[in-house]
Structures are given as structure tokens and as C-alpha cells.
Nanobody
Framework: VQLQASGGGLVQAGGSLRLSCAASGRTFSTYVMGWFRQAPGKEREFVAASRSGGYTYYGDSAKGRFTISRDNAKNTVYLQMNSLKPEDTAVYYC???????????????WGQGTEVTVSS
């Protein structure tokens, strides 16, 4: 599986962004798709994950502000981010796993990352 993330950019605090992650391959629907982020000097952090059938999982930083969704017909997973804060500034990565998990080491396929900068 090859993943291509996009949609990052510069936004003011309180604004919104929608990230997209397009996947290659025919088995997209079988994967748990996750979003992680990594800020400078910090460890990679789980943001959200989606499993086909409407199952979603969120990290504490994302609850109530971010929404993950997927379109299996388009092999794409999205991350809608609202009410952005400066502390959301990071490189955001999409990833694919065979199991629903918060642990980055369990995701076997990774996109290249898209940078999100939230100004105060």
C-alpha cells in the first residue's frame, strides 16, 4: 500500500483544515487507517483512526475537534480539523494497519507527511 497525504498548510488559530490521504491498492477497505502527528522535538502522537463499518478512534488531543472519515470507493481517508490551536502544529502522517491500534509501531505503511502550521 502506498499512501499520499495532502491538505496541510498555514492556518490561523480557530481555523479549519481538511487533510486527505490517498491510498493505492485494491484492499484499502480492509485496512485500519490512522492519522498521527509529530511536532518538532516530540514523539509521534496518535490522532485518529478509522475502520471500515463506521468505527472511529480518537486521541485525546483530537476529541471534539477533529473528525476522521473514509471513502473506500476513492481509497481515501480524511481528517477534518476544526478549532485549530497553535499546539496542533506538526507534520501529520497517514498510516495503514491490519488492526485498530493507537501504537505507531503497529502501522506498517506510512505516507510522507503533510505539514500543518497554526499561527496564534
Amino acid at each position: 500500500v502506498q499512501l499520499q497525504a495532502s491538505g496541510g498548510g498555514l492556518v490561523q488559530a480557530g481555523g479549519s483544515l481538511r487533510l486527505s490521504c490517498a491510498a493505492s491498492g485494491r484492499t484499502f477497505s480492509t485496512y485500519v487507517m490512522g492519522w498521527f502527528r509529530q511536532a518538532p522535538g516530540k514523539e509521534r502522537e496518535f490522532v485518529a483512526a478509522s475502520r471500515s463499518g463506521g468505527y472511529t478512534y480518537y486521541g485525546d488531543s483530537a476529541k471534539g475537534r477533529f473528525t476522521i472519515s473514509r471513502d473506500n470507493a476513492k481509497n481515501t481517508v480524511y481528517l477534518q480539523m476544526n478549532s485549530l490551536k497553535p499546539e496542533d502544529t506538526a507534520v501529520y502522517y497517514c498510516a495503514a494497519s491490519n488492526t485498530p491500534t493507537y501504537y505507531a509501531r503497529s502501522y506498517h505503511y506510512w505516507g510522507q507527511g503533510t505539514e500543518v502550521t497554526v499561527s496564534s
